[in-house]
């Protein structure tokens, strides 16, 4: 038997509807004249209907959900390496700082030159510069000529040892603090030499200890007949842990 659903509206005295159910075969009674039989089927369809309504809500839901999370995802990515390029920056500004308070890798180079002031062949002047970015911070200079060799030492007489110590010693000029610093890229006069003049050849050594590190520099001079001096070369060195470093060459046997 098909059973039907019959919806009856009935005006009430207070105004209400009815909805009864009876079977194909019960005796209608209709309730002010209206109502509507669905069958199984259609209510089945309706149904239907409403599972794929909200099939397609949840999916939706689920869509919305999924595409939220997907741009949350690369937000947090996005912040994140941007999290990284700061780090990444702060550490290399960080780096920066160090290098400019310290003076970084820059080092003196010292050369021995005439000087138009000097008539004196045998006078020159000693310059420093700064090779590099930094300055050279709280740098104190020695400068010594160590064309011959110290005839004693401290160990055997230490009283001459000082002496001669002294007298290989060469001053520098007023203008030169004990405790000086240096700009990069600049060249300042810090000594006034003067050079044997029955000598051939003379070495000096300029050594130099800053924030930085400590330099030293040897410089060979060699005399030219009616030409005065020349650097017949340089070398400059850099003390660490596992000893001298040499780190600029200037080719003994070429002119400067």
């Known amino acids: 038997m098909v059973v039907r659903l019959k919806l009856y509206w009935a005006t009430l005295d207070e105004g209400a509807c009815i909805v009864g159910l009876s079977s194909l075969a019960a005796t209608r009674r209709p309730c002010c004249g209206q109502h509507m039989n669905i ?4 209510l089945s369809a ?10 397609i809500v949840s999916a939706f839901a689920a869509y919305k959900s999924s595409t939220d999370q997907a741009a949350n995802r690369e937000k947090l990515l996005v912040a994140a390496e941007t999290n990284v390029t700061l780090s990444e920056r702060n550490l290399q500004l960080s780096e920066q700082l160090q290098l400019a308070l310290s003076g970084g890798d820059s080092y003196p180079t010292v050369a021995i030159l005439r000087s138009v002031h000097l008539q004196d062949l045998n006078s020159l002047v ?46 520098l000029l007023p203008s030169v603090r004990a ?12 000594a006034v030499i003067k050079m044997d003049e029955a000598a051939q050849e003379q070495r000096f050594r300029v050594s130099v200890q800053a924030r930085n590190g400590r330099f030293s520099q040897e410089i060979e001079m060699k005399k030219s007949e009616g030409k005065g001096w020349h650097t017949k070369g340089h070398r400059i060195f850099k003390s660490s842990t596992a000893g001298e470093v040499l780190i600029e060459e200037f080719p003994f046997g070429s002119p400067r």
């Open 39 to 42: 069958s199984a089927t259609h």
């Open 126 to 171: 000693m310059s420093l510069s700064v090779k590099g970015k930094y300055p050279l911070y709280d740098a104190r200079i020695n400068i010594s000529n160590i064309t011959t060799k110290v005839p004693t030492s401290y160990a055997s007489d230490p009283a001459g040892f000082s002496h001669a110590i002294r007298e290989r010693s060469i001053e």
């Open 179 to 190: 405790v000086d610093t240096f700009s990069a890229n600049s060249d300042v006069m810090i």
């Open 46 to 55: 309706l149904g239907a209907l409403f599972a794929v309504i909200g099939a």
